[in-house]
């Protein structure tokens, strides 16, 4: 072969690499999510462009263009909201003040609670219940006395209600009086913790830590090390925890290069794992079947009635099949993180729930009794450690609460309480149930036209609003002066615990009612030509963070 010969042959193998390069590198952008969510860097870059600016006074009132008498409504509206809401909470008001001086999460969350243009006003004169004193039943008291049906779910950690975990909490404590907080050793009690869970998951072998966070990592170290493979798939919205790799965009200082986001859902996703050699595992939160794609729903993001959410069961379950049969047979370890959900769905969780056997499962919350821990099942040859002919090569993991007896014993409660009939016959009709209950809420918003409509899978309901609006997040603040106590994402979840009764979610219905009517009645729901659609106030927003952009720029040149 001349010399030619042979620069025309590695042109064309070159041309012909490069093409098959860019063909791949088409097919995994088109397999992405195309917001933001679905492009973390992208997401990263716009985040530092946006401008902090603020709405007060008229402005607060008057941004979508409202008329006088409109801004007028809201303006009063507000300040009696602000005035009793203050008045019934002087101890939590002076304890909020102190919280957010000096402890950091209680100074995000008073941050974020609201979309920023509005913080300002909303923080100093709107007060959110942080501090409680009591529970009971459905409801959880204030330090200032003041009642509410809980919806917050303890972070989805209350599943069959506070007096069934302060039980579990105090007889564990005395079971364990004698062993105290040992740790290192094990009681006994773990291998029956042990027995049980793997029994529930269909999984070879376990692994205990401290957070299902922990866990999620250590799920996916290990499919790392038994892979060979560095690249970790996630979906779009998809939480798993606050570590680095798995949560990449906004939020990570550390750009997680080795995490692709992918659509959920999606046959483009499919094409992509099944062609790809360097995906050691794909992570699911069967969460996201209620909002497949988008972020975890928030009253921070909630700048228009854009919010969507919507289960189909059956669609959800033949996605996670297709996934199942895709991750099989290219060698990609499937993980389910039900840390969230855990036992909501069903005893056996999400896999008997959708029919579908993960390589690994994450559980969390609810599994603890309502104290703090992590578990990680999975398959014999995935959850090793070490390799048995190379004993330097090994993959580390360890934690100082790790099998703590309180939380073992706590667990074993737990466990043995979810063996019980009445425990059998709640997850029997558990879709039912709730369905039912989503049913009853929303005919009655829609019997008496108010713009609030709720979706749910099983007993985690969310809020969405069917009037287009920029004050959407004030909903929240009607609900805790109507006595409905929700977690500070405000009125994207709410959370049910398995212990309402239908007299209780009844309570809870005429509440949830009286809010909306005052919000109503206040004017916040009313809308000018301006701000009739969601993309007019999208464009409208768009438009104030602009100027905001340019301001910000004038003034630093």
């Known amino acids: 072969m001349n010399l030619d010969s042979l620069t025309l042959l590695i042109g064309a193998s070159a041309g012909a690499y490069l093409v098959l390069k860019a063909h791949r590198r088409l097919q995994l952008s088109r397999a992405k999510h195309p917001g933001l969510s679905g492009h973390v860097r992208m997401a990263k870059r716009v985040s530092k462009l946006i401008p902090h600016y603020t709405l007060e006074g008229d402005s607060f009132f008057s941004c979508d263009e409202a008329s006088d008498l409109i801004v007028e409504k809201r303006r009063k509206g507000f300040q009696d909201l602000s005035a009793r809401l203050l008045a019934r909470a002087p101890q939590g008001k002076r304890l909020l003040e102190q919280a957010i001086s000096s402890i950091s999460d209680a100074q995000f969350t008073h941050k974020y609670r609201v979309p920023f243009q509005f913080r300002n006003m909303v923080n100093e004169n709107l007060l959110p219940a942080l501090f409680l004193s009591k529970s009971e039943g459905v409801y959880v008291w204030d330090i200032d006395g003041n009642e509410y049906i809980d919806v917050t779910g303890a972070y989805g950690t209350n599943l069959l209600g506070y007096d069934t975990y302060k039980g579990f909490i105090r007889q564990a404590a005395t079971d364990m009086d004698s062993l105290g907080p040992v740790l290192g050793p094990y009681h006994p009690v773990v291998l029956d913790n042990t027995r049980r869970i793997l029994a529930l998951a269909g999984q070879d072998e376990i692994s205990y830590h401290m957070s299902g966070t922990e866990a999620v990592m250590q799920a996916v170290r290990l499919a790392q090390y038994h892979t060979g493979r560095q690249r970790i798939v996630r979906f779009a919205g998809a939480y798993h925890g606050w570590w680095g790799d798995v949560q990449p965009g906004i939020g990570n200082p550390v750009s997680a290069n080795r995490t692709l986001t992918l659509q959920e859902m999606s046959q483009r996703t499919l094409h992509v794992l099944a062609t790809r050699k360097d995906i050691a595992c794909v992570l699911v939160n069967p969460l996201q079947a209620l909002h497949p794609n988008a972020n975890a729903p928030g009253d921070s993001a909630l700048i228009s009635s854009g919010r969507k959410a919507g289960y189909d069961k059956e669609a959800y379950t033949q996605w996670l099949k297709q996934l199942r049969q895709v991750c099989t047979e290219n060698g990609i370890v499937l993980i389910l993180d039900e840390v969230f959900l855990g036992f909501r769905l069903a005893k056996g969780g999400a896999q008997d729930y959708f029919g579908v056997r993960a390589d690994m499962v994450t559980y969390g919350k ?154 109503q009645a206040d004017g916040w729901w009313d809308t000018s030509e301006a701000c009739n659609s969601n993309k007019k106030i999208q464009r409208r927003v768009l438009k104030e963070t602009w100027r905001a952009l340019t301001s910000s720029m004038g003034s630093i040149s």
């Not at 580390?396 to 309180?406: L, V």
């Not at 737990?414 to 879709?431: A, P, S, T």
């Not at 609030?452 to 920029?470: A, C, D, G, W």
């Open 366 to 519: 609810t599994l603890g009794g309502g104290l703090p821990v992590g578990v990680l099942c999975g398959k014999a040859e995935l959850m090793k450690r070490y390799r048995a002919n190379k004993p330097a090569d090994i993959c580390f993991a360890r934690g100082t609460f790790n099998s703590h007896p309180y939380v073992m014993q706590t667990m074993n409660l737990f466990l043995k309480h979810i063996d019980g009939v009445e425990v059998e016959r709640m997850y029997q009709n558990v879709d039912t149930t709730w369905n039912t209950r989503r049913a009853t809420l929303n005919k009655r918003l829609v019997d008496l036209e108010l713009p609030v409509e709720v979706q749910n899978m099983t007993s985690i309901f969310t809020i969405l609003y069917n009037k287009p609006s920029r004050f959407n997040w004030m909903f929240q603040f009607y609900l805790l002066q109507a006595g409905v106590m929700l977690s500070w994402v405000g009125s994207g979840r709410m959370i049910f615990s398995h212990n309402y009764t239908d007299e209780d979610f009844d309570v809870l219905c005429d509440r949830f009612i009286q809010a909306a009517r005052c919000m």
